[in-house]
């Protein structure tokens, strides 16, 4: 069974920073591309970040303007998300997911595998 399960959210001011774990299990996790999306109330699912299998190429969303690093640690089959001067257009609910494909722009529906979320929170 497969399973994504994120932690690190929270309720922080604008400016503030957080770091955003995703630990998996029951799949190669060496083997998949990952991606931090989000949802604000109210909004689509949003697309964020993602890095490749190997974790030397990453991808950005526009909106992330140098702000947010993602990485992974392949020994220990979790991605990480830091997320810094965060703004209150940030706030909504961040999850995790692992892709087969390959590349970038991957459409969310090529994305099988998905955590249960974490909250952020950024007051103003």
């Known amino acids: 069974q497969v399973r994504l399960v994120e932690s690190g959210g929270g309720l922080v001011q604008t400016g503030g920073s957080l770091r955003l774990s995703c630990t998996t299990s029951?799949?190669?996790?060496?083997?998949?591309?990952m991606a931090w999306f989000r949802q604000a109330p109210g909004k689509e699912r949003e697309y964020v970040a993602a890095?490749?299998?190997?974790?030397?190429?990453?991808n950005y969303a526009d909106f992330v303007k140098g702000r947010f690093t993602i990485s992974r640690d392949n020994d220990k089959n979790t991605v990480f998300l830091q997320l810094n001067g965060l703004e209150p257009g940030d706030t909504g609910v961040y999850y995790c997911?692992?892709?087969?494909?390959?590349?970038?722009?991957?459409?969310?529906?090529?994305?099988?595998?998905w955590g249960q979320g974490t909250q952020v929170t950024v007051s103003s």
């Open positions: 997911a692992a892709t087969a494909v390959r590349g970038w722009g991957v459409p969310i529906s090529e994305y099988p595998y």
């Open positions: 890095i490749a299998w190997s974790g030397r190429s990453t």
């Open positions: 029951g799949l190669t996790f060496d083997y998949y591309a």
